[in-house]
T-cell receptor, first 113, second 112 residues
């Protein structure tokens, strides 16, 4: 079955630390890749997406992600986190030009001021 | 531009009852998808509607059903509620069937 794994369930960082959240997907042909963020009390928001082209994708709020096809990975990065980045982050995949998002289990990030 | 809206915000139902959740898609979007998010988990795909037709379904029983209306708004109906149906139900809309999806705030359903 097609699946998405996020290795870190909880991450705690101090402000200005660098962030990398892991995301791996199972083999399933072509993929469209997404990172969503859910700030406390708010709805899921799209951070960035990869459909094709440059495997290094830049999103909103200084986030970026790199698609490494050989590793089936799409890790999220930010060079310097802020307290306002405290949220839950979800990696999601659409396989084979389908229509359903398959989500990972999410990573809760807490940034200490 | 109005985003995706959902109603109601919260709902409490008793086991065995039926519930209807509503979603208004973002302006210009013709596709609506529904997801169930249990506590501490990622959302799981229930089904998608494209131009009023069901366009794919996840691993959910037939007591989960839906509708899409000509204005592209949508309903999710759940019959014979079970305790495990307690979850956040999310609606997402998109311009096309496989495009990026924009989520609403969700409806929190509690089944007692």
């Amino acid at each position: 079955a097609q699946s998405v794994s996020q290795h870190n369930h909880h991450v705690i960082l101090s402000e200005a630390a660098s962030l990398e959240l892991g995301c791996n997907y199972s083999y399933g042909g072509t993929v469209n890749l997404f990172w969503y963020v859910q700030y406390p009390g708010q709805h899921l928001q799209l951070l960035l997406k990869y459909f094709s082209g440059d495997p290094l994708v830049k999103g909103i709020k200084g986030f970026e992600a790199e698609f490494i096809k050989s590793k089936f990975s799409f890790n999220l990065r930010k060079p310097s986190v802020q307290w306002s980045d405290t949220a839950e982050y979800f990696c999601a995949v659409i396989y084979n030009a389908g229509n359903m998002l398959t989500f990972g289990g999410g990573t809760r990030l807490m940034v200490k001021p | 531009e109005t985003g995706v809206t959902q109603s109601p915000t919260h709902l409490i139902k008793t086991r065995g009852q039926q519930v209807t959740l509503r979603c208004s898609s973002q302006s210009g979007h013709n596709t609506v998808s529904w997801y169930q998010q249990a506590l501490g988990q990622g959302p799981q795909f229930i089904f998608q509607y494209y131009r009023e037709e069901e366009n794919g379904r996840g691993n959910f029983p037939p007591r989960f059903s839906g509708l899409q209306f000509p204005n592209y708004s949508s309903e999710l109906n759940v019959n014979a509620l079970e305790l495990d149906d307690s979850a956040l139900y999310l609606c997402a809309s998109s311009w096309t069937k496989g495009g990026e999806q924009y989520f609403g705030p969700g409806t929190r359903l509690t089944v007692t």
